[in-house]
């Protein structure tokens, strides 16, 4: 490195060392002390330099690129060597800007030429721009005469393209020798969309075109949407709804001419009455003459007239079969495109206000309410037939149980009508009021019969088992009928906790009236016993009748149980009754029944007459003869009551009955014996029982007549006895 060349190395002989040069080997040298100081400052001023500055290290770079040793010479020559350099480049400098000079000079002459050359250059264009500035003005407003022009014919191109129709689009449009087609279809909806910009021309000032272009397509509209109603009333008078390709063209055309909802609601009214006839048409056709094909096998309705259910199941399957295959059709022709045909009527509606029935209203379009509405117009003609034969066969018929099976029918076809076309359609309306019809026919029946039983005195008298009457029991047999059907109807009807029993005006009219009459010829039965026994075999063989079937003894089964409860009551009276009598205990229990007043004691039961010795035995014997035998009497008492179980659990509380009663006497003469004993004892001459045998003898006598020893039966043994 330069630095390393340059200083000497540490140790080495200088000429600077105090050891190769003493100072006072020299005249001319400073003082000691003075150099020392010198070399000092120096070599501080050497230490004190930061060789990271640019210019220390750019000069030892400059040294090192040199090849300068660190000699005395050297460093003697360099500074003359530095000096002539830097006189050598400066006098270089001095030349190149002396060649430098002289360039400019011949520049400078260059530029004079070039701002000579411009002035007459710009005194030529000066002249130049005033010859052709008219020329330019001129150019300039044709070339926005021609823009203007151009613009011009655009905007009318473009005007005459969307506003303009062509007189062979207005033939396809208007023309009757002209099909309906897509081509029809495709002008139609071009002119609809120059009728209505024609509102953006309105707004302009001059409005006259705008009025003029509207005008003309309003009357190219209005023969458009004339013949389209015209081809589309020819086409439905030989439509073919058996057909499943349903022309599209037709659906398009409704849907089209439902923006004129006149002329829409007009095509759908002649459409309704021409189905309305057809389908009237095929009805009579399917009631009277032979099936088409061909298939003899299959006879006409009418044939089965004589059967009235299979008469109306016929011609309400036939009915419910067209409305669906109706429905279906119309489904494809109206509700398969019904979003458009709401679009279609709303701005229907919008172009022809005076159509709103409310003009508050909101009109939205419902596909299936449409459809539906449509299908009840369609079979108008055929529900008035229907109505028609179904009132003239159910007035000539008197079975209550075809009638009601009739009933059923015709309220399980109100229900799937109410499904297919509503619950306000005509069919379900028509339904329903035959349904009540036949229902008050097969009420009428029933009360015929109960009046022509009440004129029948013989049929109305009670049997001699005491059991039902027939004339009850063959209303029962025909109730039961009923409600097997009605049980069998329940399968395809929705069951809820709220609904309606629809039953209970058959119970009324199949089983009360009877049940009634049956009631009050109990009358005519001499005793109470023979009484409530016809009237627990009445209640008991309705209440076997009824119990099996949940819908009819939810209302009636309660009343029948009731009704029995207080019969059973009765019967239990008259079993206590008849054991008391058949025992001779019913004397005791009157003579005891005897009312105390409140002046004197209590009556003493041995001044009674039953109590009297020879009636207790007599009593006793009776008692005695009745026990062996007493629950089959007793039963045998109620012998001609149709239940065993009944007459069971009757005999058994008036058996309990007769048990207490029993132990009521048994208490009094157990009671008057005592205070007999009392009185003895109490009242006695003093005697006791070691006197003579006179007196032992006599008071034998007296226990001997103690009304126990006369009436010696238990209340336990007769339970037992009774058990």
Not at 66 to 83: K, S, W, Y
Not at 123 to 139: F, G, R, S
Not at 203 to 229: I, P, T, V
């Amino acid at each position: 490195m330069a630095t390393g060349s340059y200083f000497p190395p540490a140790g080495a002989t200088s000429s600077l060392s105090p050891r190769t040069s003493s100072p006072t080997s020299s005249p001319l040298s400073p003082p000691a002390q003075e150099r020392s100081n010198a070399l000092s400052n120096r070599l501080r001023s050497v230490l004190s330099v930061s060789y990271a500055d640019s210019d220390i290290r750019d000069a030892l770079e400059t040294l090192s690129l040199r090849g300068v040793h660190n000699t005395a010479e050297v460093r003697r020559q360099l500074r003359l060597d530095v000096q002539k350099e830097v006189v050598d480049c400066n006098a270089e400098i001095v030349q190149d800007f002396g060649k430098v000079a002289e360039q400019l000079k011949r520049i400078g002459t260059v530029i004079s030429n070039l701002k000579q050359t411009c002035d007459e250059m710009r005194k030529h264009v000066v002249l130049a721009k005033q010859d052709t500035a008219p020329v330019l003005e001129e150019a300039s407003a044709l070339l926005n005469q021609k823009q203007e022009a151009e613009t011009k014919q655009h905007l009318l191109g473009a005007f005459t393209k969307h506003f303009i129709v062509s007189d062979e689009e207005l033939s396809i449009l208007t023309s009757v020798e002209e099909p309906i087609n897509d081509e029809f279809f495709d002008v139609l909806s071009r002119v609809k969309q120059v009728h209505r910009d024609c509102e953006a021309l309105l707004g302009a000032e001059n409005d006259r075109l705008g009025l003029e272009l509207m005008e003309k397509s309003s009357r190219s509209l209005n023969s458009a949407y004339q013949k389209l109603y015209r081809w589309i009333q020819k086409e439905f008078k030989s439509l073919n709804l058996e057909d499943p390709r349903i022309s599209i063209t037709i659906r398009q055309a409704l849907r089209v001419l439902a923006e004129r909802p006149s002329l829409f609601h007009s095509c759908l009214d002649l459409f309704a009455e021409a189905r309305d006839y057809v389908l009237s048409d095929a009805f009579h056709y399917a009631l009277t003459d032979a099936v088409s094909g061909g298939d003899n096998s299959v006879k006409p309705i009418e044939f089965s007239a004589h059967d009235p259910l299979r008469y109306i199941g016929d011609m309400l399957a036939w009915v419910h079969s067209t409305t669906v295959s109706e429905r279906e059709a119309l489904e494809a022709l109206f509700v398969s495109d019904g979003d458009e045909l709401a679009k279609g009527i709303q701005a229907g509606l919008s172009s022809e206000p005076w159509s709103r029935i409310d003009e508050d209203a909101e009109v939205t379009f419902d596909g299936q309410k449409a459809l539906s509405d449509l299908v009840n117009r369609d079979l108008i003609g055929v529900a008035r037939s229907l109505r028609q034969r179904v009132e003239l066969i159910i007035q000539g018929h008197d079975n209550p149980v075809t009638c009601y099976k009739v009933v059923n029918l015709l309220s399980f076809y109100q229900t799937t009508f109410s499904k297919l076309v509503g619950p306000n359609s005509n069919l379900a309306e028509l339904l329903q009021t035959l349904e009540k019809f036949t229902l008050s026919h097969f009420q009428t029946i029933m009360r015929e019969e109960v009046s022509n039983l009440r004129a029948d005195h013989s049929a109305l008298a009670p049997p001699e088992d005491l059991s039902a009457p027939q004339f009850l029991l063959d209303s029962l047999e025909v109730l039961t009928f009923l409600m097997k059907t009605h049980e069998a109807s329940l399968e395809t009807e929705d069951i809820t906790k709220d609904q309606e029993n629809k039953f209970t005006p058959v119970l009324n009219a199949a089983l009360d009236p009877f049940l009634n009459l049956a009631k009050s010829s109990a009358d005519d039965l001499p005793t109470p016993t023979a009484r409530a026994i016809y009237l627990t075999n009445i209640h008991i063989t309705v209440s076997a009748s009824i119990s099996p079937y949940p819908f009819a003894a939810a209302t009636h089964l309660g009343l029948i149980d009731t009704a029995l409860s207080d019969l059973r009551t009765d019967h239990v009276k008259i079993q206590h009754h008849y054991l008391l009598e058949t025992s001779g205990l019913i004397t005791l229990l009157t003579a005891l029944s005897q009312p105390s007043t409140p002046e004197k004691a209590p009556i003493d039961i041995t001044s009674l007459l039953p109590f009297q010795p020879e009636s207790l035995v007599t009593i006793s014997q009776q008692l005695d003869d009745f026990l062996p035998s007493a629950l089959m009497d007793a039963t045998e008492n109620l012998k001609r009551l149709q239940s065993a179980a009944f007459v069971k659990s009757v005999t058994e509380e008036a058996v309990e009955a007769f048990c207490r009663d029993f132990e009521v006497v048994e208490t009094a003469i157990m009671e008057a014996d005592a205070a007999a004993r009392g009185n003895r004892s109490v009242g006695g001459d003093g005697q006791d029982e070691g006197e003579d045998g006179s007196e032992i003898s006599e008071n034998e006598a007296e226990e001997g007549q103690s009304l126990r020893r006369l009436f010696p039966r238990t209340t336990g043994e007769i339970r037992v006895l009774l058990s």
